[in-house]
């Protein structure tokens, strides 16, 4: 499967997919181009886009979804944080074609009586698929509203069988040097693969989605594919993209950003408007898209919104502390 | 043979005005066109605050080649300094309006919390006085006080360039090359006031 992304008029256009419709989106795009572009663009690039995903089948959960107005797909598929394909937003919609997806493999094990490799394959056909509409935060300070189609990471974990001593779930990134332009930066000072942890309550819990898609298709590269992690109430950095490990663990899993910076990310990582990160004040978020005259922040709410179905996780817990 | 140019100095000096100014054109036009993605503002905060450092390293590049001769850009420090606060100063109003909604409670706590903006807002502050006396007559008016004060350029370079280094997050690539740019910039002179007889 061939698939390239638009990202800007940066790429020469002899760089991106060869379909008619994209050619003529740019010439419509050039056209118009200070008047109306920013109103036609985005449905057209979503058609030409929607159209090199494949279509997934699901049955949308309304409880669990947000009744709020989505963010358009041309912004969730160009505007990502993928660090190993490079620090730029637009890094990932550019370069994350590079990657091959298929065939993919999740290890999984660690104190689990069932543990073995998985195919993608069988981890699609092998759970019901659901839409789940949620908030997304990013540590950033900015948001967006996601549809996404998955599965609860718990039916995959109760299939595992963790054993009584799993307190924690571990997830790794893949790691391939020669297809992920980012993890080749010399100056980079992450510790590849990328991994990220939680408790294992909190891997159980409802919310917690293993997502394989988003807007009815499968997942666009930049965005994790094929499968990767979304947990509404914690900073997006926590949501790990493209899994292929998972492991139950007893011990507190090292996660990447903690690692690297611990003053300022934490294991939790809970979307807390109370608890500011050295470099963004937590309060208020852009929520995308966002204009320079209408910025569109709004405040931030406790655990992203979802107070009522995670606040108990962390009664007793003091916040400020385990950030 | 060279011949001599007879061009108007005012019609040299529109054309480096123009010529730095271009990227911001781009940008904005850009911005008109909805190119700029979901998050216009943080790529017009990028563009404005690279176009400053990058002024401040090619104003800083104007005396080590004049002393190698080549005197074009020495003559052109004044313009291209206020163009480069011009780009700095939009950068803080972008921050203004759209990271901090113009809420002088939360500027505050930005300031006292974040060290990156307090010392990119430091630079800008430090470069202030520099674009309110750039005029002949504020120059006059110091007599040799005016030289002194524009010094403060250099303390503002360390600290612009502080800001862009507390701002990167995994990847210190940027940081590290205009470090290296700067660095070269500032020890060139730290040299030459040490040749210098006193």
């Not at chain 2, 450092?53 to 206020?82: K, T």
């Not at chain 2, 939360?106 to 630079?123: C, D, I």
Request: charged fraction near 20%.
């Amino acid at each position: 499967m061939k698939k390239r992304t638009y990202t800007d008029c940066s790429i020469a256009s002899s760089d991106i997919t060869p379909e008619q419709v994209f050619l003529n989106r740019r010439a419509l795009i050039k056209a118009s181009a200070g008047t109306m572009a920013g109103a036609l663009s985005a449905p057209s690039i979503a058609a030409a886009e929607v159209r090199a995903q494949s279509t997934l089948s699901f049955s949308p959960d309304a409880d669990r979804s947000l009744v709020d107005e989505q963010t358009p797909y041309d912004a969730v598929t160009t505007y990502n944080n993928f660090y190993e394909f490079g620090t730029d937003k637009s890094d990932p919609a550019r370069h994350a074609h590079n990657m091959t997806t298929d065939p993919w493999t999740v290890k999984v094990g660690g104190l689990v009586n069932q543990p073995g490799s998985l195919h993608l394959e069988d981890l699609l056909s092998g759970f019901d698929l659901e839409e789940r509409i949620y908030r997304f935060r990013c540590v950033e300070a900015w948001s967006m509203v996601v549809p996404w189609v998955g599965f609860p990471l718990a039916q995959l974990l109760k299939r595992l069988e963790p054993k009584a001593e799993g307190k924690f779930v571990e997830f790794k990134t893949l790691y391939r040097r020669g297809e992920m332009r980012g993890t080749r930066s010399f100056t980079s000072i992450i510790d590849w693969p990328y991994r990220e942890g939680l408790r294992i309550d909190e891997a159980l819990h409802p919310l917690t989605l293993l997502a394989v898609g988003l807007y009815g298709k499968t997942l666009p590269k930049q965005n994790g594919a094929p499968l990767r992690l979304v947990v509404p109430w914690k900073y997006g950095f926590k949501s790990i993209k493209s899994i292929v490990e998972i492991n139950v663990t007893a011990k507190q899993p090292k996660t990447s950003w903690q690692m690297l910076q611990p003053s300022e990310y934490g294991f939790y990582a809970n979307v807390n408007p109370e608890v500011d990160h050295p470099r963004w004040s937590q309060r208020f978020e852009r929520k995308l898209p966002s204009s320079i005259f209408k910025p569109n922040r709004v405040p931030t709410l406790p655990f992203n919104g979802y107070a009522e179905q995670v606040a108990g996780l962390y009664q007793g817990m003091d916040l400020r502390k385990f950030y | 043979m060279l011949t001599k140019v007879t061009v108007p100095p005012w019609c040299a000096t529109i054309a480096v005005i123009t010529l730095y100014l271009l990227p911001l054109a781009q940008l904005a036009f850009q911005l008109a066109s909805g190119d700029l993605g979901p998050d216009p503002a943080k790529r017009l905060m990028q563009g404005t605050g690279e176009w400053g450092l990058r002024g401040l390293a090619i104003v800083l590049l104007a005396a080590p080649l004049a002393q190698r001769g080549w005197r074009s850009l020495f003559r052109y420090r004044r313009v291209l300094g206020l163009s480069l606060f011009f780009y700095i100063s939009l950068h803080l109003l972008l921050f203004a309006q759209v990271y901090v909604g113009w809420s002088g409670a939360l500027l505050v706590e930005e300031l006292k919390e974040r060290p990156y903006v307090l010392v990119g807002f430091s630079a800008w502050l430090a470069l202030l006085p520099l674009a309110l006396t750039s005029t002949n007559r504020a120059r006059r008016l110091l007599g040799p006080l005016w030289r002194q004060l524009h010094r403060l350029i250099y303390p503002a370079t360390v600290l612009a360039w502080l800001h862009l280094f507390w701002l990167a997050r995994s990847d210190l690539g940027e940081a590290l090359v205009y470090g290296v740019v700067f660095a070269a910039l500032l020890l060139w002179r730290l040299r030459r006031a040490q040749l210098r007889p006193r």
